[in-house]
């Protein structure tokens, strides 16, 4: 198992933690030289937020860990391919590392729809890997929606 592969099963933790009170299940983590400084699950529907994304909830936490909201150095871990919102906060926070679980055909912001992750709008971001157990975070979204219908 890679580095990846084994960060991801945190993030997947959070998703399940998502699912488990009605929320899409994302989850994400942020760390530095292998030390989680913040998890994240969406609470869109929880907090009335439209801004409640895994991936934003997880930078806060690790901003406040840190102690500031630049990031560097940092590898942000997410169950599902951000959106153009998340993208942004991740270029924003200086993340230099993004892995990706599931890829998102409606939404995705890392090559699916649309690619923001270029240096022009991400500078500080130097790696994208997507695909990192995506047949197990795509599943668990697929139950997800099924459970709804």
Request: aromatic share 4%.
């Amino acid at each position: 198992m890679t580095d990846a592969e084994g960060w991801m099963d945190l993030a997947i933790e959070e998703a399940r933690a998502a699912a488990s009170v009605g929320e899409v299940p994302v989850g994400a983590i942020v760390l530095r030289d292998g030390v989680v400084l913040g998890k994240g699950r969406n609470t869109t529907e929880e907090a009335d937020d439209p801004s409640g994304h895994a991936e934003v909830n997880a930078l806060r936490a690790a901003a406040q860990v840190d102690g500031d909201w630049r990031l560097e150095g940092t590898t942000l871990v997410v169950t599902l391919e951000p959106c153009t919102m998340c993208v942004g906060a991740i270029a924003l926070a200086r993340v230099e590392h993004l892995i990706y679980g599931a890829r998102d055909p409606r939404l995705g912001a890392c090559g699916s729809i649309l690619d923001l992750t270029d240096t022009g709008i991400a500078p500080h971001l130097r790696e994208v890997e997507g695909g990192v157990r995506e047949s197990e975070c795509g599943e668990m979204l697929r139950e997800f929606f099924r459970s709804l219908r």
